[in-house]
């Protein structure tokens, strides 16, 4: 007790003072009450001590409890005054199969994900194999039944069976009364337009499967290249804008179907380039396939025989005499030659122990017009020989000949042009008239926007655009000028006079290039036929390219082969049917025979 | 007096426990009740998707293309042609109304006379 004493108090009063208990004694009263009474006083202060520090206690005690109901209030008024919000959805490590959809430029629909099941068996929990395998081959015709029976009966404790189930087909299985076979939710990816724009969506499979969910990934086309954009949490409800028009591309099938089945070809292409801006409103490859049922790839032949192989994107060709108009553009551009300028057709021309010669013997000499609207080989190659391989090779890496388009495709890359070994004075006269480098019909119709459209670089995508993207200048408007005068021409008196079609001004160049043997030389009946042209040529919109793969037709009386009899239709139907849809509106003619050409915009 | 304000303290905390719990209650309520307007929002949305790929599928060129080839007899449609460009001075606008104006309220007429 004596040592808890606090520094500042005072000393105690004693319980007997001397002095008081003297006086006390005198006077004969008992000592003892002064004692008792002093420790009742000192009782008394101890009570008053006490009661004040244990008032204190609960003070303090209270104050804690209102100050914990106080806050526990505020945070239930402010609550209640608050406005609601949606959670945020908690992302986890959890197998998701959320993927943005698809649409084309109008917001049409082109791939989208639709829920779906799966089916799994446990085989410990299974009752009857033998019965359930029977009824699931009953079901599945197309399905393995020894190698099921197998999985049945080894030790796995998780068998998958099938990905994707229809409804009808889930009510089926369930009717088995197999409780070991059990069914697994997931979304797949549905293309309703079936095999329209297959190439370009490509497809898509599952990558890690579970039994809630299924990841979906791209394998393909635009589903590949953009898998991480189509996956990305935060843009999932941002539909993937392509410049594809889902029209047009349907109108586009319809009439290559057509063309190849008239013409009895082994496949074909056709692009539609917008020039202004370089999107791609259709781009078709025969044959093609249905992504929804997306056919494995050959493993062995030919892999340009399946019909997975793009062959617009991925196919390259020696396109031929399509490429004529380049090296003329060129020479025009270097202030080398003009329209006009009369140039060496002396056939057959000889280059060490090469001979270079014509379809037919154009007399000795033409003008540069008439050798694009002739198509005259050994025009180009003289004119190739003033270019000199290096301008000419510079050109061309310009216009982007030499590499794989930037095209939003994955199979781009594997559209890589085959350029010479050695680009000298022989492989520049032979690539001038089309043969000695190979190319895809994008690198065409992108090299063909570019001459025409004024002489600024275009460059091919496949995604909407919000306008007009202007590329750097390749050539001068007087040259793109020039060029278009020439490519009217080649239609309007030249090989492509099929391609006339009333009210749209088309003007283009035919190619027909024999197929190299892989051997080495040239098949002697077989021809890729390419139409490169535009319309309409006065203000051109759009590119239309066109190749079919060896095509040919028995018209007036001999078998026709050449671009002008194959390729050429059909990109006349194709522009007859797409230009109105495209709005493009037909203009009146001018009259020719007056001479007099109305005044045209160059922009 | 101190007696009284302890019952009246005590019948106030009761109360007060009163109406928490019933908050409580109430709480619990409306998270079941969003609990279960979400399930119903995914099963809509889900029913969304399903009926938007039906749309598109039905909507798919080939069969539009079909449907308009076997009703042709009653439809007539045909693939669009450019000559069906029409130019805005083609189009026959009605002739504007004739104004006739009333009897005898010519202003020139009335002062002639």
Redesign the interface.
């Known amino acids: 007790m004596t040592d808890h004493l606090p520094p500042k108090e005072e000393p105690r009063s004693p319980l007997r003072p001397l002095a008081r208990i003297l006086r006390a004694r005198d006077k004969g009263e008992n000592p003892d009450l002064i004692e008792k009474e002093n420790l009742r006083r000192r009782h008394e202060v101890m009570r008053d001590k006490s009661r004040r520090r244990s008032e204190g206690r609960l003070l303090a005690l209270g104050l804690f409890f209102i100050a914990g109901f106080v806050v526990v209030g505020a945070r239930m008024g402010g609550l209640a005054t608050s406005l609601p919000a949606e959670p945020r959805l908690a992302s986890g490590a959890h197998i998701t199969s959320a993927r943005a959809e698809i649409v084309d430029r109008e917001g049409r629909l082109l791939a989208t994900n639709l829920v779906t099941q799966a089916l799994y068996a446990h085989p410990q929990e299974m009752v009857n194999i033998p019965h359930a395998v029977s009824e699931l081959k009953r079901i599945f015709p197309d399905i393995d039944e020894v190698k099921l029976r197998e999985q049945f009966s080894g030790k796995r404790k998780f068998v998958w069976i099938r990905k994707t189930l229809s409804p009808e087909q889930v009510q089926q299985v369930h009717d088995i009364g197999e409780p070991g076979l059990l069914f697994a939710t997931r979304e797949m990816r549905l293309y309703p337009n079936g095999r329209t724009a297959a190439h370009v969506l490509g497809g898509a499979s599952f990558g890690s499967e579970g039994v809630r969910a299924a990841e979906v990934i791209g394998v393909a086309g635009v589903e590949r290249q953009f898998d991480e954009r189509l996956r990305d949490p935060a843009r999932l409800a941002e539909p993937l804008e392509l410049s594809l028009d889902l029209t047009i591309q349907a109108t586009t099938r319809e009439i290559l179907q057509g063309g190849v089945k008239l013409f009895d070809a082994k496949g074909a292409s056709g692009i539609i380039m917008d020039i202004d801006t370089g999107e791609i409103v259709s781009m078709v490859s025969l044959p093609d396939f249905d992504p929804n049922d997306r056919p494995l790839p050959l493993t062995s032949g030919d892999p340009g025989d399946s019909p997975l192989f793009n062959r617009a994107v991925q196919g390259v060709y020696e396109l031929g005499s399509v490429y004529k108009i380049f090296a003329v553009a060129q020479a025009m551009e270097l202030g080398l030659i003009n329209a006009n300028t009369m140039i060496d057709t002396q056939g057959p021309m000889t280059w060490g122990r090469f001979r270079i010669r014509d379809f037919h013997d154009y007399g000795p000499r033409l003008t540069t017009s008439d050798v694009i609207v002739k198509s005259s080989n050994i025009g180009t190659a003289h004119i190739a020989q003033m270019i000199g391989p290096s301008r000419q090779q510079a050109f061309f890496e310009q216009m982007g000949f030499l590499k794989a388009t930037p095209i939003e495709l994955f199979e781009a890359a594997s559209g890589r042009p085959l350029l010479p070994a050695k680009w000298g004075e022989l492989a520049s006269m032979t690539i001038s008239y089309g043969h000695g480098l190979s190319t895809s019909p994008v690198h065409l119709a992108a090299g063909y926007a570019t001459l025409v459209n004024g002489g600024t670089l275009v460059t091919p995508t496949l995604l909407k655009q919000s306008g007009r993207r202007m590329g750097p200048r390749v050539v001068s408007d007087g040259t793109s000028a020039e060029v278009r005068e020439m490519l009217r021409a080649v239609v309007n008196e030249g090989t492509a006079s099929f391609a006339k079609v009333d009210g749209y001004d088309v003007g283009g160049k035919t190619g027909s290039a024999d197929k190299p043997k892989p051997t080495g030389g040239y098949y002697k009946n077989k021809v890729v036929a390419t139409f490169a042209g535009a319309f309409p040529m006065s203000d051109p919109k759009y590119v239309v390219v066109v190749t079919l793969d060896e095509g040919s037709q028995f018209i007036a009386g001999e078998n026709r082969r050449t671009a002008g009899w194959t390729a050429v239709p059909v990109t006349a139907e194709l522009i007859r049917r797409v230009a109105p849809l495209l709005g493009v509106r037909p203009e009146i003619a001018p009259l020719a025979e007056s001479g007099i050409r109305e005044a045209r915009n160059t922009q | 007096m101190r007696m009284f304000l302890a019952i009246v303290m005590g019948g106030a905390v009761l109360l007060l426990a009163f109406w928490a719990y019933q908050?409580n209650y109430r709480t619990r309520h409306a998270l079941s009740e969003v609990r279960k307007v979400r399930g119903e929002i995914s099963l809509l949305r889900?029913e969304l998707?399903?009926l938007?790929?039906e749309w598109?599928?039905l909507?798919?060129?080939?069969r539009l293309?079909q449907l308009a080839e076997l009703n042709f007899p009653k439809l007539g449609l045909l693939?669009?042609?450019?000559?069906?460009?029409g130019r805005l001075d083609q189009i026959g606008y009605p002739k504007p109304p004739e104004l006739v104006p009333p009897e005898g309220e010519l202003e020139g007429e009335q002062n002639n006379d």
């Open positions: 908050e889900e998707g399903v938007r790929a598109a599928y909507n798919r060129p080939e293309r693939p669009m042609t450019p000559d069906q460009f």
